[in-house]
């Protein structure tokens, strides 16, 4: 497979290469040359696979020969060795559980798989330089590249992260660890961290000094591999055989990207429903036809306080750039502070299930969408429940702390010394940084 860059299809790399650059030198992001069509017989014997191999036969097509199946499929079964359940909340609604692995929410996937990637990548010499790991975060992101970066050899990971705008634990994530992660505490937004990022890219001295790449859902490693939830759930849900509609708290848009990304493989799909925050760029885009960004306003569910979706053009893409493609599949509504707290106390209440803030915000999304179909049997709802409560605890609603369970590890977590570096949102200072402290 070879992609192409979504500002000049011209240019083309294969996966290693892409991975490597992260984002195209003319700043495209980079995207498949075409999508492969799973045979239909794949699809209707799904239940007979195991999720290692469903995940193999879905991402070999998108790294082609570049690695053997065997080291591929290695790399997989390192990657999913946690448990994606799903969970009945009520009559033919459920909540799909991305957050049982080692940092607590579905980046995880993404990170690990980029991580093993690299890793080979070094092991053939297909990498034979130190390469820097450049990535903004909305708080698990960052959590998630420290955890599955840390410690390996010839990768330096810079973190970007916006100063009191991620959770206690989230930034205890982030900032503790050492060694080769480095955290920086940014005076500014996400969309601040995520234009320093961009902007680090196009710096020749800092590309060529540090050899740079990016681990945000911009590089495809990290994209693709979220294709391997739509495939479990399905498998899951299949012998219902109902209509299945997908609600993904969407921020950066890279999870829901590679759902649909799955829908065109083949995985019947019914619609998407993008749920977000009040940093809601794309459900006004889907009303006016008009993307117009707006600053970007904290919220309790700070993973999606983002306000210029990197995977947008990837999705408008997906639907030939046609506007009303978009609209036939691809839904879109945002939810502000207060209805995101009342759905995770209701939903306590009503069905014993604790919500997280995003996922509260996917709950809603489903639900307003269900009753604008008028809430037709023949239609499972699925709403993606991207991390774990405990993560957001100090944004829950105050007794939830008492339901909440603390383990060991988040405790010694909470107490671990925070090791970052405060740096003012200016590229000048930050890039004198980088060149006189990453070596
Ligand atoms: C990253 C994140 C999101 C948003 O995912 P995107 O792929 O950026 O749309 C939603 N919820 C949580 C908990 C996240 O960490």
Redesign the pocket.
């Known amino acids: 497979m070879m992609y192409k860059s979504l500002e000049n299809s011209n240019h083309c790399v294969d996966f290693n290469q892409a991975i490597i650059n992260g984002i195209s030198p003319d700043k495209g992001l980079y995207y498949p040359v075409n999508i492969p069509h799973l045979p239909k017989k794949f699809i209707e014997n799904i239940s007979e696979y195991d999720l290692h191999n469903i995940a193999l036969e879905v991402i070999r097509q998108y790294v082609g020969n570049n690695i053997p199946d065997n080291e591929l499929l290695s790399i997989i079964k390192k990657t999913l060795s946690f448990p994606f359940p799903i969970y009945e909340i009520h009559k033919n609604i459920y909540s799909l559980e991305l957050?049982h692995g080692p940092t607590l929410?579905?980046?995880d996937v993404g990170t690990k798989f980029m991580a093993l990637y690299l890793d080979y990548l070094q092991k053939i010499k297909f990498i034979n330089k130190k390469i820097t790991i450049i990535v903004a975060t909305?708080?698990?992101?960052g959590a998630a590249v420290a955890k599955n970066f840390y410690g390996m050899k010839n990768i330096n990971v810079v973190i970007l992260y916006p100063k009191n705008r991620i959770s206690e634990i989230q930034e205890k994530q982030i900032s503790t660890l050492g060694n080769n992660i480095i955290s920086l505490e940014i005076s500014g937004t996400f969309d601040d961290c995520q234009n320093l990022v961009k902007t680090i890219f196009l710096d020749k001295d800092l590309k060529e000094n540090l050899n740079i790449t990016s681990a945000n859902?911009i590089n495809i490693a990290r994209l693709l591999p979220?294709m391997f939830y739509y495939f479990s759930a399905y498998k899951q849900l299949k012998e219902k055989n109902l209509e299945i509609i997908f609600s993904?708290?969407?921020?950066?848009?890279?999870?829901?990207?590679?759902g649909i990304i799955s829908k065109k493989m083949g995985l019947p799909i019914k619609e998407f429903i993008?749920a977000t925050n009040i940093n809601d760029t794309i459900p006004r885009f889907l009303k006016t036809g008009k993307y117009e960004p707006k600053k970007t306003i904290p919220t309790i569910?700070n993973?999606?306080d983002?306000s210029n979706?990197?995977?947008f053009t990837r999705i408008q893409n997906l639907y030939e750039k046609s506007f009303s493609l978009l609209k036939k599949e691809f839904y879109s509504y945002s939810f502000n502070d207060k209805e995101t707290i009342d759905t995770i106390i209701n939903v306590e209440k009503k069905y014993k299930y604790i919500l997280?803030p995003?996922?509260a915000i996917g709950y809603l999304g489903l639900n307003k969408h269900l009753s604008k179909l008028g809430n037709k049997k023949n239609i499972i709802g699925v709403f993606?429940e991207?991390?774990h409560p405990i993560?957001f605890f100090d944004k829950m609603p105050n007794f939830f702390s008492r339901k909440l369970h603390f383990n060991n590890e988040i405790k010694n977590l909470i107490n671990r010394k925070k090791l970052s570096i405060k740096i003012p949102n200016n590229f000048t200072f930050l890039k004198q940084w980088l060149l006189n402290n990453i070596l």
């Open positions: 957050f929410a579905f980046k909305s708080g698990d992101t859902s979220q993904v708290p969407s921020g950066n848009f890279g999870n829901i990207c590679a993008s569910s993973a999606m983002i979706p990197n995977n997280d995003h996922g993606i991207t991390a993560k």
